[in-house]
């Protein structure tokens, strides 16, 4: 047994509104103004005409090795922040910054507070 729908037939009336009417095709006007001066245009930008630089040259590995190891062999507490000087000062250093500035000091805000009060050279 098959059941049968029955459809309502769309309605072929235009709909009510802001209608407007495409003009007819004979009518249609290009937007396109027309140049008097017909000579092409250069879209091409124009630079400077350099010749390629070349690279410097490069420095030795040797020569940045020892710069290195100079650097690490000068490096000192005060310039490395983050080799606590006096680790008790410093950690109550840190809970007056945590304190003066309304966060609680927690394992993750620590470091920040540290490095704030070292900074600030409370300790």
């Known amino acids: 047994m ?14 009510v509104g ?3 009417v495409t003009p007819e095709p004979d009518k249609i006007q290009s937007p396109v103004i027309e140049q008097e001066d017909k000579t092409p245009v250069n879209l091409e930008t124009e630079s400077l005409n ?7 040259e490069a420095t030795p590995a ?11 062999s000068k ?5 490395n922040v983050f080799v606590p000087a006096n680790p008790v000062a410093l950690e109550k250093a840190a809970a007056e910054v945590a304190k003066e500035s309304g966060f609680e000091l927690t394992r993750g805000t620590s470091i920040g507070a540290r ?6 050279k409370r300790f």
């Open 115 to 120: 490095l704030l009060a070292r900074a600030q």
């Open 62 to 72: 040797e020569k940045i090795q020892t710069d290195i190891r100079e650097k690490l």
């Open 2 to 15: 098959t059941m049968t729908r029955t459809r309502t037939a769309k309605s072929t009336a235009p709909a």
């Open 50 to 56: 350099e010749e390629p630089v070349a690279a410097p």
């Open 18 to 20: 802001d209608l407007q």
């Open 75 to 79: 490096r000192s507490v005060d310039e």
